[in-house]
């Protein structure tokens, strides 16, 4: 196995656990730890579709952090498939 390779495959296993985890920690940190009902004396009137249908409510700088964590997710997701097809591409030459 080349050195490039073997990079290649750990790159795409840490991108694979940072989606994962980028995915799952956030909503799990939600529905446990914040409220179901609206707060508006402190700013947590934004929804949040937690885990298992639960309607959590977060203020805005919390819902930043959660919608940053989905897109990095989303990009992690984009460079394993990328890092997959380049590998595949280079087993048929």
Avoid: W
Avoid at 3 to 31: D, H, M, N, S
Avoid at 55 to 71: D, I, K
């Amino acid at each position: 196995m080349k050195l490039t390779e073997k990079l290649r495959k750990r790159i795409t296993a840490v991108f694979a656990i940072l989606a994962f985890g980028c995915v799952i920690v956030p909503r799990q940190y939600c529905t446990r730890h914040m409220p179901e009902t609206p707060q508006p004396e402190i700013g947590r009137t934004i929804p949040l579709d937690a885990n298992y249908g639960k309607t959590v409510y977060l203020t805005s700088s919390e819902a930043c952090y959660v919608n940053l964590a989905f897109m990095v997710a989303v990009v992690s997701v984009f460079i394993v498939t990328a890092a997959m097809f380049l590998a595949r591409g280079t087993e048929d030459v």
